[in-house]
């Protein structure tokens, strides 16, 4: 499962930084938009994640958001939401493990929806 998705494509853009860069930290202002930290995820040599090079930090704000997410339907057909699977997850038990729903904005189907959300 990929963590932020959209707020990530938003941010690499801002930033002008390439793929390897994740965010790490994702909080809402009191303005209402959000405040991406995140630096270039890479391996040591071990094979351990690391967070390298310096952190960088940006602004997004939710019409930001809300255009990348019809920017990737458009661009992938896929549901923005579900990122294709038609499903999310619901929960997590230590016995069961992930436990998968429908998704409610596609309905299972994955594909993207013509109407915006
Ligand atoms: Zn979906």
Not at 5 to 30: M, Q
Not at 59 to 66: G, Q, S, V
Request: some cysteine.
């Amino acid at each position: 499962m990929i963590n932020w998705p959209h707020e990530n494509a938003v941010a690499r853009r801002k930033l002008g930084v390439p793929a390897e860069w994740t965010i790490y930290s994702l909080e809402i202002l009191d303005d209402g938009n959000y405040l991406a930290k995140g630096a270039i995820e890479g391996t040591t040599v071990a094979g351990k994640k690391k967070w390298m090079g310096r952190e960088k930090v940006a602004t997004i704000a939710p019409a930001e958001l809300r255009e990348e997410r019809m920017r990737y339907e458009r661009t992938t057909g896929k549901c923005h939401y579900c990122l294709g699977e038609g499903k999310v997850a619901a929960k997590w038990e230590r016995d069961v493990g992930t436990t998968y729903a429908t998704c409610k904005r596609c309905l299972g189907t994955g594909q993207a929806k013509e109407v915006t959300p």
